[in-house]
């Protein structure tokens, strides 16, 4: 027999926590959900924004929101910090609507 209940919610992130407990293995796991649709939408607003011919000058350039659902699945896979990896990963076609500029990062 499983058990569910919503350990935490923040409206403003439209992040939802659920407390899953199996009582079959005696293990518990907390799943984090979020609803994205203002992020992307924010995103699309931001991309359609950008003068595609802005150049990549300099050190500083926006070009992705993360939802921090996501943000914190990757660094718990440490692949937040490998610079490669998120270089395919921003750049990769599933993951653009995150983008908030066009180009190659």
Known sequence: MSESRIFDTNAD???TRTWHYDA???KATIQTSQDVTAIV????ADFNRVDERANW???WHHVASIPE??????KSEGKLDDDAYMK????DPDNRFFRTRPGQV
Do not use: C, F, Q, S
Request: proline share 0%; hydrophobic share 35%; no cysteine.
């Open 13 to 15: 992130l439209g992040i």
């Open 24 to 26: 079959e293995t005696d």
């Open 41 to 44: 939408e924010a995103n699309k």
């Open 57 to 59: 000058r300099g050190e």
């Open 69 to 74: 659902a996501v943000y914190y699945r990757l």
């Open 88 to 91: 395919r990963w921003l750049n």
